[in-house]
């Protein structure tokens, strides 16, 4: 197997479990995980030229434009090194533009596998719509499993809210959006063999084992 870590791309609609088993992928090789939202919405609350912009398109469930995201993506990847280190890229590609532009950043250092973390709409509908977060220290709640008192943070006793871009019908719209724009990366990416499927709706640790089986053995059959 290589020294360097593995160049991963997550896919699946929002509300799969990218986010966790991303974090956690990144967590177990030992390489960076760069969630385009979290970066977007750390923009938002910075109140920064790009977080002002970008939030139109968030509060809306509309994806952020490409032009933002390639530059967010590529100033990050260079600043910290991760095309030769490896990553875990969760959020983009989320077109077939995006995933072309994301080669150009790469520079013939390609991604050695590209998963696709697959759970029906009606669960990541419940999952998301469901979503609580704290107002003051971001906990994150669901409503089959809030805090202990009448929406008051468990941990500093903030407000409970549902994020704007948690509402159903903004998450219907992203879903949409997924529908029409991020599913032929799935075909995109098969044309070039580095594709495989994970079912996402399992338990959370046995996903995530079986993201890592995947991914190892894709790493161990590329290995001269």
Request: proline share 5%.
């Amino acid at each position: 197997m290589s020294t360097r870590g593995p160049r991963l791309v997550l896919l699946g609609k929002q509300g799969a479990g990218k986010g966790t088993q991303a974090a956690r992928l990144a967590e177990h090789y030992g390489v960076l995980h760069l969630a385009t939202g979290d970066l977007f919405r750390a923009a938002i609350n910075e109140g920064t030229p790009l977080g002002v912009e970008a939030q139109k398109y968030m509060d809306v469930g509309e994806l952020v434009p490409d032009d933002i995201v390639d530059g967010v993506v590529e100033e990050e990847l260079a600043r910290t090194g991760a095309v030769e280190e490896g990553f875990v890229l969760d959020g983009f590609p989320r077109t077939v533009r995006q995933a072309d532009e994301l080669e150009r950043i790469l520079d013939e250092r390609p991604l050695d596998l590209v998963i696709d973390l697959d759970v029906p709409t009606e669960i990541v509908l419940h999952r998301i719509a469901g979503r609580r977060v704290c107002v003051q220290c971001q906990t994150p709640y669901h409503i089959d499993s809030p805090p202990k008192e009448d929406w008051v943070c468990d941990v500093c006793g903030g407000d409970v809210v549902q994020r704007d871009d948690d509402t159903e019908e903004a998450v219907m719209r992203r879903l949409e959006i997924y529908e029409t724009q991020t599913l032929p990366l799935i075909q995109f990416y098969r044309r070039r063999g580095n594709l495989a499927h994970v079912d996402g709706t399992g338990d959370e640790d046995d996903v995530f084992k079986s993201l890592v089986a995947t991914a190892d053995l894709r790493l161990e059959n590329d290995t001269p």
